[in-house]
C-alpha cells in the first residue's frame, strides 16, 4: 500500500509528470479551456508555495520510489452574506492518480488524509470542484461520501 505523505519542494519534476497527465485529460476533452503550458505544468514556485503553506499543502502517494498520485489542498474562508454565515473549508483543488496506479484505493486514501488534515486545523468541511465530463472522479468522489451542493452552468457567448 502506497505512503501518503506531504510533498517536498526538491519533487518538483514528479509533481510535474502527475500534473501533466491531470492537464493531458482535462485538455483531450476540453481544449476550448485547457491549453498544453509552454514549460513544466507548474511553476517551481507556485508548488513550493503550495507546500510551505501554512494554509495549503500537496500530498503525495508514494508507491516504491515512484509518485503514484497527489491531492493539492487549500484553506479557503467564505465570507459571510446577509443570508449566510462565513464559513471554512479545505478546498481539494486537484486530485490525480496516474493510470498505471488506478483502480488501486489510492485516490480514497489521499481523500481519507486530507481529511485528517482538515481536521488537524480545526476546519469540518472539505469541499471540490469537477468537471461533468469526468465521470470517473464524480463516482470516486460520490464513494468516498461527497455530495454535489451546486451546480455551475456556463454559456459561450458571441461577441457583438
Given amino acids: 500500500m502506497p505512503i501518503i505523505r506531504p510533498a517536498r519542494a526538491d519533487e518538483h519534476p514528479a509533481l510535474c509528470d502527475l500534473f501533466a ?7 483531450e476533452v476540453r481544449p476550448d479551456v485547457f491549453i498544453e503550458p509552454q514549460g513544466p505544468s507548474r511553476s517551481p514556485e507556485l508548488l513550493a508555495g503550495l507546500i510551505a503553506g501554512p ?3 500537496i500530498l503525495v502517494a ?3 520510489s515512484a509518485l503514484a498520485g497527489l491531492a493539492t489542498l487549500v484553506e479557503r474562508t467564505i465570507p459571510a452574506n446577509p443570508v449566510r454565515p462565513e464559513r471554512r473549508i479545505v478546498e481539494i483543488d486537484n486530485l490525480v492518480v496516474m493510470p ?5 484505493g489510492i485516490a480514497g486514501l489521499l481523500l481519507r488524509h486530507a481529511e485528517s488534515w482538515a481536521r488537524g486545523r480545526g476546519i469540518g468541511a472539505l469541499e471540490l470542484g469537477v468537471w461533468e465530463f469526468n465521470a470517473g472522479a464524480f463516482a470516486c468522489y460520490e464513494a468516498a461520501g461527497f455530495a454535489p451542493t451546486i451546480r455551475r452552468l456556463s454559456k459561450t457567448v458571441a461577441p457583438p
Fill in 62 to 64: 508514494e508507491d516504491g
Fill in 21 to 27: 497527465e491531470l492537464d493531458r485529460f482535462h485538455r
Fill in 100 to 104: 498505471t496506479h488506478r483502480r488501486r
Fill in 55 to 57: 494554509g495549503s499543502t
